[in-house]
């Protein structure tokens, strides 16, 4: 046969499979079929094959076949391996646990105690009782993700990160470090002493591999890692430093410590600044440019003399103008939510699409939870998050706490959260707001998606399952974010419980579908919303002085090329049922949407080429046509008083003619048709109750323009002021409601 070794290895990539290599039982067969061949398996010696992961496991004529934990180190192992060179060799994937247990049965148990399982040591060791050993290996044979022991049992909170450590090293025989407890080592590892060192590689890629440099000379790299096993990190670490590498294994909390106190502040400043360096003229730092500025106090000196010079042509002019521009925005959203109403908008995921997915398959998934004085729902909140469908192994959950918050750390650090639950505290710094805070956790995230959740929120349990599922179906590259719908728990507390209910079922079941299916920017709600992470932190994040974080990310991913998709899952929130209380959130609401819309046109013509036509006019719809709306009702519904009572004969000039029937058209109408929307959106979200509430509308407009005034003047005086929504008014509902979704996993 032709060719080298190598080169006959190379050329069988194409054929990479995966195998099990646990003994099976034939049909009609009380006997036990072992798929390895020992005669084969011993061309390859017992502490090689040990060593390198990997076992020849069956021969036909003169091809052997391999199975490796890591296949593609296949190439180097063979080279000092010196296998013969008469057989062709064919390999394949296999998991560790199968071939570790296929080498016991063709070399012999080792002896020494690096070859004892996780359960064996942990058992031994009086970490675990033989009935919590049971128990986890019950769920682990149920469990389709393919989650391992270790991750179970953490989960099941009889064992800790540190005992997983030291298994793992007494297992594999690597020498086991603490760098939790030791002030002194942390702070030389984290000095300049290593700076070439973590240089190495980009922040990211220890956060994601959980790992930090411990030393390092002319010869060696030593290094401090969770997961000795994951080959990506360790070759890529000595293809740059081009050193041998020595590794000591740790807990991830200790891995977790020593990154928090290296990268602390730099992710601290970043979490502020890092849209700004990158897209100044896309952050609301700068509220309004100097441009707008100008062209504001050019338009009001304009209107002042057109009223002292042509009082009736200047205000007939300034009449038409915003008759005609709240008619077409009306029209326009009226007409976009029909979309929703005629057919379906949103992805529809099933039971038998996340079935198509294999859970083994699944990649880690950071949750960021932002909370500031949240102490008294924080219980609920983590037991809601546990509740969540998808394999803990791979859930990165981080609850980011405010420095400043001490009650609620409190509370947190008490509360014997699960392994995959960190406590991300925030460093006190200013603008205080969610998406700072939220920056600061993605810098650590590790997860290939990332969602938000709020301290209230109860996401419906296979809500990541059903998102991940869309990204690896859908066939557009472009789509980043799926936006979840958002909807109430407490929605009957009081009135004003059911009509934000049936707003959000507007919003949500409605509006936010049909601007996906007519291409439209989506304003994304602030919580629910899944992102593909490499994206979200190439747009350069979250805003951290745009009090709607969310509405901005959604223009500028559409701006950028992406695309928001919304799915067939809600999250279930705590409706304000407190009306001062109420007016602080959608006051903050409303001032954001201002900000935004400033912020984006500050080049008009070139936000209409990003966006497109249909794009544009969207924005200014939903982005600049809501706030407008709320701010000119009062105005409107006291002119229209002052005609009909006063009989004003200035106004009877300036609303004359056809202006005076769009008025009308836009009053009596349009009153009519938005409250046929919400019901629309009721009936579609299936809150039935909520939709006698619905014709009641027109009197929670007036509530709507209160806080739309106090956002205008916070717009101007306070721009990036966070006013802090208070939640927990509703505890009943949030306790039901997280039970409710519990017993129908």
């Known amino acids: 046969m032709k060719g ?12 990479e499979t995966f195998v099990s290599l646990r003994p099976y039982r034939l049909d009609g067969s009380d006997s036990l079929v072992d798929p390895v061949d020992p005669t084969t398996a011993r061309i390859i010696p017992a502490d090689a094959a040990r060593r390198h992961q990997l076992l020849a496991f069956a021969r036909v004529g003169t091809c052997v076949w391999l199975a490796a934990v890591h296949p593609h180190d296949i190439m180097g192992t063979f080279m000092e391996l010196g296998l013969p060179s008469s057989y062709t060799y064919r390999w394949c994937y296999a998991e560790r646990e199968d071939l570790l247990f296929a080498q016991d049965r063709v070399y012999g148990m080792v002896d020494r105690e690096g070859g004892e ?48 450590a030291e298994a793992v090293a007494s297992q594999r025989g690597y020498p086991l470090i603490d760098l939790l407890g030791q002030t002194a080592l942390t702070n030389n590892l984290v000095s300049s002493r290593l700076d070439g060192a973590w240089a190495l590689a980009e922040e990211r890629f220890w956060h994601r591999h959980l790992m930090v440099p411990l030393d390092e000379d002319e010869q060696t790299l030593t290094v401090a890692m969770v997961d000795v096993d994951d080959r990506e ?64 106090l050019a338009l009001l000196m304009v209107a002042m003399v057109g009223f002292i010079l042509r009082p009736v042509w200047t ?45 083994t398959s699944l990649p880690e998934y950071t949750v960021l939870v932002p909370l500031y004085k949240e102490a008294d729902v924080l219980p609920m909140l983590t037991k809601a998050l546990q509740q969540l469908r998808y394999p803990k192994d791979r859930l990165d959950v981080k609850l980011l706490l405010e420095e400043d918050d001490r009650e609620t750390l409190e509370v947190a650090l008490n509360a014997r959260l ?102 439209m920017p989506i304003p994304l ?24 974080e969310d509405a901005d990310l959604g223009i500028r991913l559409h701006k950028s090329g992406y695309r928001t998709g919304v799915m067939n899952s809600t999250t279930f929130e705590e409706a304000n049922s407190d009306f001062v209380n109420w007016v602080r959130q959608r006051s903050r609401w409303v001032k954001g949407y201002i900000q935004t819309w400033f912020v984006h046109m500050r080049h008009p013509v070139r936000l209409f080429e990003e966006l497109g036509n249909v794009g544009f006019w969207g924005f200014q719809s939903t982005i600049g046509g809501m ?32 202006i005076y029937y769009l008025g009308n058209v836009s009053l009596f109408f349009g009153n009519v048709a938005f409250i046929y929307a919400n019901l629309m959106g009721v009936v579609k979200a299936q809150r039935w109750s909520l939709a006698k509430w619905c014709l009641l509308t027109p009197v929670y407009w007036v509530f709507m323009s209160i806080a739309a005034y106090k956002a205008l003047y916070q717009f101007f005086l306070r721009p990036s002021y966070w006013e802090k929504t208070i939640h927990g008014m509703a505890s009943e509902h949030f306790a039901s409601t997280v039970d409710q979704m519990g017993a129908g996993m």
């Open 4 to 15: 080298t070794l190598k080169q006959r290895v190379a050329d069988t990539r194409e054929s």
């Open 117 to 164: 399982r996780l359960g064996s040591y942990l058992l031994r060791t009086g970490r675990i009782t033989t009935q919590d050993l049971v128990a986890a290996l019950a769920d682990q044979n149920v469990d389709e993700a393919g989650q391992k022991l270790g991750a179970i049992l953490l989960q099941r909170g009889v064992i800790t990160n540190w005992n997983i």
């Open 233 to 296: 990190a360790l070759e890529y670490l000595e293809k740059t430093a081009k050193k041998r590498l020595r590794v000591f294994v740790t807990g991830s909390r200790d891995v977790v410590h020593v990154l928090n106190q290296r990268f602390g502040a730099t992710q601290s400043l970043e979490s502020q600044l890092s849209l700004f360096r990158l897209r100044p003229e896309d952050s609301a730092a700068t509220p309004v440019s100097r441009a707008q500025w100008l062209w504001m």
């Open 315 to 359: 205000g007939t002019f300034l009449a038409a103008t915003v008759e005609v521009v709240y008619a077409s925005v009306s029209l326009f959203r009226l007409m976009t939510m029909s979309a929703a109403i005629r057919s379906n908008t949103e992805y529809v995921v099933t039971e038998a699409d996340m079935q198509s997915v294999p859970p």
């Open 418 to 519: 699960p392994s995959y639950m960190e406590i991300v505290v925030v460093p006190h710094s200013e603008p205080q707001t969610k998406p700072k805070a939220c920056n600061y956790g993605l810098a650590k995230a590790r997860g290939e998606y990332v969602v938000i959740f709020d301290a209230e929120d109860v996401p419906e349990p296979d809500q990541l399952l059903k998102a991940v599922t869309i990204f690896r179906e859908e066939q557009n590259e472009n789509l980043a974010c799926i936006q979840a719908k958002l909807s109430y728990y407490n929605e009957n507390q009081n009135i004003l419980t059911r009509w934000f209910t049936a707003e959000y079922s507007n919003w949500f079941e409605l509006l936010l579908p049909s601007l996906f299916r007519l291409d």
């Open 525 to 548: 709600g602030g919580t629910s919303n899944h992102f593909r992470t490499d994206v979200l932190r190439a747009l350069g994040a979250w805003d951290p002085f745009n009090v709607t």
């Open 627 to 658: 706030p407008l709306q709320f701010l000119l009702n009062p105005i409107l519904w006291g002119l229209t008083v002052a005609w009909y009572v006063f009989g004003s004969s200035y106004l009877q000039h300036v609303f004359s003619g056809w």
